[in-house]
């Protein structure tokens, strides 16, 4: 398995992410949505990319966050918890009409989810670009792409902007193909997509997504073609199983789950990238990195709220020695 960094180095600049910063707000019972008064908990900060590159910042990477929050204690809630872990928030707008963003969220009996979600009509959806957003860009060394964030037209462009730039100066860039299989998208997303595929190092796909980023059938074909087209290493992302790391020589590297309690699976997927995307980053080899993205992506399971459980370098440590793997 070739060890040649593939990624800027953390003292190139910091990691940043484009997109949501949202509240979650959880039901704590069971049951069918919202249509009658009941107990609630919350507000826990939130967003995929907020969960994304708040990781980041416990690790001990460089994270700076652009999005956009409201006049409110649901935006505070986010900033201080992203300030107190480490990320650089100079390119979160602050916006003096909309609110922040928010999720609801109550699990049914047999495990999906109903949501009342809004970030489209939010300060969330209504970031520009500007001196703030372009001093960070030109600060950082890497960029994190959720494939979600692309579905918010203003923001998708930042997005794009952002990642032609920070590859421009020899930064890198991770993208989470994470677009809904449920949902079609304008051509303008696909084509959006595509060519971020394009400029993607590194891929952190689950389920179905090689085949959704590379735009054909079948995992080994989907992968093979996602390396042809320029794509140096890909993270695999393999839930209670574990997770696998493909390289374009040919090699993998799988790593099993740690053995956890699930109490909240949301941020999983975000918590791993973001460990494995820092330590990648700070020097470490796959194999090292590996094991801090499995942890990480346990560790926030075992805790209500999305980010609550991300863990510090530290604490992964600690949690690798303590926790069993699954046989
Ligand atoms: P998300 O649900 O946030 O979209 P994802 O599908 O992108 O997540 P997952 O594969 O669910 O990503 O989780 C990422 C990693 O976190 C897994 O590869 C695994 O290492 C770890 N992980 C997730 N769920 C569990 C679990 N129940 N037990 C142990 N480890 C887990
Ligand atoms: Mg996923």
């Known amino acids: 398995m070739s060890e040649t960094p593939i990624l800027a180095p953390d003292a190139n600049g910091p990691t940043i992410c484009i997109g949501e910063i949202l509240v979650e707000i959880m039901a704590t019972t069971i049951g069918n949505g919202f249509l009658e008064a009941q107990p609630l908990t919350g ?3 939130s967003g995929a990319p907020a969960i994304f590159i708040d990781q980041c910042g416990r690790f001990g990477g460089q994270a700076a966050m652009v999005g956009g929050v409201g006049d409110d204690d649901f935006g505070r809630v986010n900033t201080d918890r992203l300030r107190a872990d480490g990320v650089d928030i100079t390119g ?8 922040t963003g928010s999720a609801f969220v109550r699990y049914r009996a047999d495990g999906n989810r109903d949501f009342i979600y809004n970030a489209g009509t939010s300060a969330a959806a209504r970031i520009e670009w500007n001196d703030a957003v372009e001093a960070v860009v030109e600060r950082a060394g890497h960029i994190h792409i959720m494939g979600l964030a692309l579905s918010m037209p203003k923001v998708s462009e930042m997005i794009e902007r952002a990642a032609l730039r920070i590859k421009e100066k020899g930064g890198t860039l991770s993208l989470d193909p994470n677009l809904r299989k449920e949902i079609r998208y304008s051509d303008e997303t696909e084509a959006r997509f595509a060519r971020l595929v394009e400029l993607s190092d590194l891929l952190l796909p689950s389920g179905d997504e090689v085949e959704r980023a590379a735009g ?3 995992h080994e074909a989907a992968i093979a073609r996602l390396f042809a087209r320029g794509v140096k290493e890909i993270a695999f992302k393999e839930g209670a199983r574990g997770a696998t ?3 374009r020589d040919g090699a993998s590297v799988h790593h099993p789950a740690f053995q956890v309690t699930e109490v909240d699976p949301t941020g999983a997927g975000d918590c791993f990238g973001a460990a494995y995307l820092t330590a990648r980053r700070l020097g470490l ?3 090292a990195a590996l094991a801090y993205g499995c942890a990480a992506g346990a560790r926030n399971v075992t805790r209500l709220g999305p980010m609550e459980g991300a863990g510090t370098r530290a ?3 600690r949690f690798m020695i ?3 793997k699954v046989a």
Do not use: A, K, N, S
């Open 43 to 45: 507000p826990f900060p």
């Open 92 to 99: 979160i707008h602050i916006d003096p009409v909309y609110p």
């Open 216 to 218: 054909i059938t079948g």
């Open 245 to 247: 790391v493909f390289t």
């Open 285 to 287: 080899g796959i194999e």
């Open 315 to 317: 604490e992964l440590d």
């Open 322 to 324: 303590e926790t069993p």
